[in-house]
């Protein structure tokens, strides 16, 4: 007999990824607001502020946010060890982190000045990312995940450490205008180090847990993660001094070997139930595959100017919009009623005449709304590709971010209402 | 004595869990539910130690993992239990 690994008491409240769930679409609205009155801009540079305003907002605001939330929950699912925040400190770190996005942005739209984003970014990422490295270099283990979610951390730190320094350059004008070199780095570390390493570690566990598949392949399972880390770091060393094609179709190919490969894990589930959150996975590692492709087309088109479009700007929307957003929300679906059921499974135990009232997990987010949700975004994604050939249509792009994403908040919001009532019906029963 | 076999390999979460918990609310003194999963549903285990609940975990391979499950006041189970996985 022995109990280790995940054990109930290190799972957070609830309360705790619920209030970086329902926070993170506010931000997705609020980009969708700013897209709606200025969203043209965004094709005509990426150093428009309208431009560097949304893409922070996305990053900081609704994918950060949600994978903050998300690591709280699959630390001692994975690692075995809580990151030692509760919930006044969660919502600490979540008033200063939103606080400082929003200010962020205002600086960006030249509305503020760059200190106050400085200052509340600063406290809020730097005390967070600190906690997190420790947690994970000290308390964890998880033989394929502790060390490829330090390195998707690590990553982070350099992208903010990045980020920090342009902001502070920025204020000051102090080294002047920044070579292109670095805010690349800071992209390339920040997509593909922190969020794709992520996304692919925990995609490592969560497609056998949840869709009953097999397990990845040993050797993808152990290489994929730090060959993206080694190949990262020596694209940044190679960008310094040349060009770094090969590294970048290195990277290219290692995107597009895991995506087939995920494809094929979810293709081979025992149990080929209707899922909304496979189609999510599915449309997101298709998003892979056609960056993936449009990565390497970019090294040979990049010198000679031939497109009459930004394929950069393409490959950018697409990464962001099909493979993080549909992941993202996919798992939302998946993990929200997954983790209702938990905390009312744990709250049951002690009132077993309750246990007849454990809800069905479609009963806490219907299939329909699920359906509903992935086609609004589907579309999303077809008219955010079509925008950056007709411009115009950056409107609509914004007035269906605001549905998509306030038809999540609600989902989530009703799930969690749905928790407090049922929960009280259990303790009543 | 009987084992009372419980497959949930199939099943995606939380319905593992669900099911294993319904089968120990008419889990009877003199049984053992031996439950087939394809992981290891660590859990599981708070939830059998608050219920006074004793358990066996062996593991044939990655993906095939058996638990029995019975009653720790249950000395009948636990001597039989332990002569059928000496």
């Known amino acids: ?429 | 004595m009987a084992f009372v076999a419980l497959d949930v390999s199939d099943l995606s979460p939380p319905l593992p869990m669900q099911v294993i918990i319904k089968a120990l609310v008419t889990l009877e003194s003199g049984q053992v539910l031996k439950v087939f999963h394809r992981r290891e549903p660590v859990p599981l285990y708070a939830i059998l130690n608050e219920q006074g609940m004793a358990w066996s975990h062996h593991a044939i391979g990655e993906s095939q993992h058996y638990v029995y499950i019975w009653r720790a006041d249950d000395a009948q189970a636990d001597n039989f239990i332990k002569q059928a996985l000496k």
Request: proline letters at 5%.
């Open chain 1, 1 to 429: 007999m022995r109990l280790s690994g995940l054990q109930f008491d290190n799972i957070p409240a609830l309360n705790i990824p619920f209030r970086f769930y329902l926070t993170a679409p506010i931000f997705a609205i609020l980009t969708g607001v700013l897209l709606i009155f200025w969203g043209e801009q965004i094709w005509l540079s990426r150093w428009m502020p309208i431009t560097l305003a949304t893409t922070h907002l996305i990053a900081l605001g609704v994918v950060a946010m949600i994978m903050f939330g998300s690591l709280f929950q699959l630390l001692p699912v994975l690692c075995g060890t809580p990151i030692p925040i509760n919930s006044k400190g969660a919502i600490v770190f979540i008033s200063l982190l939103s606080f400082g996005i929003l200010c962020l942005s205002a600086a960006f739209l030249q509305q503020l000045s760059f200190l106050p984003a400085l200052f509340l970014l600063s406290i809020s990422l730097l005390s967070f990312g600190v906690i997190l490295i420790y947690t994970l270099w000290f308390n964890a283990s998880g033989f394929y995940t502790r060390t490829p979610v330090l390195l998707a951390v690590i990553m982070l730190a350099l992208t903010i450490i990045l980020g920090f320094s342009f902001l502070l350059n920025y204020q000051t004008g102090y080294f002047g205008a920044l070579p292109k070199y670095w805010t690349n780095i800071h992209a390339a570390f920040g997509t593909l180090g922190w969020v794709t390493l992520l996304i692919i570690t925990i995609s490592f566990q969560v497609i056998p847990m949840f869709h009953v598949t097999p397990e990845f392949p040993v050797t993808i399972k152990n290489h994929y993660p730090f060959g993206l880390f080694i190949l990262l770091i020596s694209l940044a060393i190679e960008l310094l001094f040349s060009n770094s094609h090969v590294t970048f179709a290195l990277i290219a190919t290692l995107l597009a070997t895991y995506a087939i490969a995920a494809l094929k894990q979810l293709s081979l589930r025992k149990r080929k139930l209707p899922d909304t959150t496979i189609k999510f996975w599915q449309l997101s590692l298709s998003s892979l595959l056609v960056c993936s492709f449009l990565l390497v087309v970019n090294l040979f088109t990049l010198s000679s100017k031939q497109l009459p479009f930004s394929l950069d700007s393409i490959i950018g929307v697409i990464f962001v919009v099909g493979v993080v957003l549909s992941v993202i929300q996919g798992m939302l679906l998946k993990i929200v009623p997954f983790l209702i059921t938990l905390h009312l499974q744990q709250h049951a135990m002690k009132y077993p005449m309750g246990m007849g009232l454990m809800p069905d997990h479609y009963a806490i987010i219907s299939r329909q709304h699920g359906k509903q949700l992935y086609w609004i975004h589907l579309g999303t994604l077809v008219i955010v590709v079509m925008s950056a050939f007709i411009p115009s249509l950056t409107k609509l792009v914004g007035i269906l971010f605001i549905i998509n994403w306030g038809f999540l908040w609600l989902m989530i919001s009703r799930a969690y209402n749905a928790f407090s009532r049922i929960k009280l019906d259990i303790s009543n029963a």
